[in-house]
C-alpha cells in the first residue's frame, strides 16, 4: 500500500504544479499587458486553476502525512523541515504573491476576495494606476522561492538526509 501512497503523493505534486503554472505564466505575462480585457482575461485564468491547484495541494498534504506515519518517518528531521518549507513558501506566496494579485483583480475591474468573502468587481482604475501597479509584480522573486523552495522539499524527501 505504501508504494501506491507514495505514487498518489507525487500524483498530487504533478497535479499542483500544473494548475500553478497557469498562474506563474500569468504573472510574467501580466508585466507587459496593458489592454484591459486582455488583463482580464489572464487574471481570470490564472483564478481558473486554482480550484485543481488547492485539490491537489490537499491530496498532497494529505498522502504526505499518512505515507509519513506508514514509514514512520516522524522521527525523522527532513519530514519536519520539508512541511516547515512548504508552510513558508505559502506564507511567502500568500504575502508576496495573493495579496499583490488581489489588488491587480480590483483595479481591473474583476471580482475579488477580501476577507474570506467574493467581493464584485469595481470600476477598473486609470490606466496610470493599472501600469503603476502591474510594474510593482515580482514574479521571479515568486517563482524562485516556489521553485527553489520546492527543489529542496524534493531533494529533502527522496535522499532523507536526517
Known amino acids: 500500500m505504501y508504494p501506491w501512497l507514495v505514487f498518489l503523493h507525487v500524483i498530487a505534486i504533478f497535479g499542483f504544479l500544473l494548475a500553478h503554472g497557469a498562474s506563474a505564466s500569468v504573472s510574467f505575462r501580466l508585466r507587459s499587458e496593458r ?19 488547492y485539490a491537489s495541494l490537499g491530496l ?23 512541511l516547515g518549507l512548504l508552510v513558508a513558501i505559502m506564507v511567502a506566496m500568500t504575502a508576496l504573491g495573493s495579496r499583490y ?19 464584485p468587481p469595481l470600476d477598473p482604475a486609470s490606466p496610470e494606476v493599472i501600469d503603476a501597479l502591474l510594474a510593482r509584480g515580482r514574479p521571479m522573486l515568486i517563482a524562485v522561492i516556489g521553485f527553489g523552495g520546492i527543489a529542496v522539499i524534493a531533494w529533502l524527501m527522496m535522499f532523507k538526509p536526517f
Not at 489592454?35 to 491547484?53: H, W
Not at 498532497?60 to 520539508?82: E, Y
Not at 488581489?102 to 477580501?114: D, L, N, P, S
Open 35 to 53: 489592454n484591459l480585457d486582455r488583463l482580464r482575461a489572464l487574471i481570470e485564468l490564472s483564478a481558473g486553476s486554482y480550484g485543481v491547484m
Open 60 to 82: 498532497l498534504l494529505l498522502t504526505g502525512i499518512i505515507a509519513a506515519f506508514m514509514g514512520n518517518w516522524w522521527g525523522r528531521g527532513w519530514i519536519w523541515l520539508s
Open 101 to 119: 494579485y488581489t489588488q491587480v483583480r480590483k483595479a481591473v475591474g474583476v471580482e475579488y476576495m477580501e476577507g474570506m468573502k467574493m467581493q
